[in-house]
């Protein structure tokens, strides 16, 4: 009778004590929005990489007959896949008419974050909430938001005797049609600053398949699109003068080989000659992480400020 009260004394004492640990557990620690989102999307790249690695994608070239067009790729690919073929060899429409052959996936999915060039999640990233990469070697971009791939798509940079700057940037002002500063008859749609001095933007223009631009970073039109209502503005003084809070980090990074033969093309003898490794991606990011963090703090400080000035302006109107 003993033993079973001594028996029962402890497991009472034992529940009050894990009870007890578990609220100093959440009282140390309480969950954020942030942390919440970052494990969901997380949680959606482990399982794209775990069913991506079970059959890497590999490539091939294809020789259409009679001329190369869209409409043709469409009838054999589907629209999906005809649209894919550009993205992969870093071309449009227009230009797709001036190739004699194209690379083309040996499996085509409608998730085209199987074909990505940038890894799915990068772990230096965690804490940044949205973070814009572009590579010149591979020439394509990648948006993550948390440290998880969100879109990937092809880009033109710089051509040689004008090349796009390497370095950390953000998105300043935004247009939704703009005039190049270098030729007032070239009308840039969706166009994003990212370096307000030298007038480079990311937007949208034609695609050749390699870099043409005159420092800018081109995009097909649904992507420059995408990162125009995705990516945050600066936030500037009255007078726009100074900068109180930069908008969302974009890095420039690698060098395009002008005298190689194109990565992409080069994948199908090898296709990690278009991959760019987590660990290259975590280098690049490293070199400005303590920087985008100290901005992060800051926009986040002054737009919670500026949103209680608003709440409270908003307040004194209705009395």
Not at 189 to 198: A, G, L, R, V
Request: with cysteine; charged share 30%; net charge negative.
């Amino acid at each position: 009778m003993d033993s079973h009260k001594n028996y029962s004394l402890f497991v009472l004492l034992l529940s009050s004590l894990l009870y007890l640990s578990s609220c100093t557990s959440e009282e140390e620690y309480v969950m954020t929005g942030e942390d919440s989102l970052r494990i969901k999307l997380t949680a959606v790249s482990d399982s794209l990489e775990k069913e991506f690695s079970k059959r890497p994608v590999k490539y091939k070239f294809y020789y259409p007959k009679r001329g190369n067009t869209y409409y043709k790729l469409v009838r054999k690919f589907g629209q999906n896949g005809a649209d894919l073929i550009l993205a992969l060899n870093r071309i449009d429409k227009k230009n797709l008419k001036r190739r004699d052959s194209v690379v083309v996936p040996d499996t085509f999915v409608t998730n085209w974050k199987y074909y990505s060039p940038f890894p799915l999640k990068v772990e230096e990233a965690f804490q940044i909430p949205k973070l814009i990469l572009v590579s010149q070697r591979v020439q394509a971009f990648a948006a993550y938001q948390l440290g998880n791939l969100v879109l990937w798509g092809p880009t033109s940079t710089g051509k040689e005797e004008t090349p796009t700057p390497n370095g950390l940037f953000h998105t300043n002002w935004k247009a939704e049609e703009t005039v190049s500063t270098f030729d007032d008859e070239w009308i840039l749609k969706w166009s994003f600053n990212i370096e307000n001095f030298e007038g480079v933007s990311l937007h949208q223009y034609e695609m050749p398949g390699y870099p043409a631009s005159h420092a800018c970073v081109r995009l097909y039109e649904k992507d420059a699109q995408w990162i125009y209502n995705w990516a945050d503005q600066w936030i500037v003084t009255a007078d726009e003068e100074s900068i109180r809070a930069y908008g969302t980090p974009v890095i420039i990074f690698d060098e395009y080989d002008f005298d190689d033969e194109k990565p992409w093309r080069k994948s199908v003898n090898n296709p990690d000659e278009v991959k760019i490794s987590a660990g290259d991606v975590e280098d690049e990011i490293n070199d400005y992480l303590d920087l985008i963090l100290e901005r992060k703090k800051k926009r986040i400080e002054l737009t919670a400020k500026l949103d209680s000035i608003k709440l409270a302006n908003k307040n004194n109107k209705k009395r």
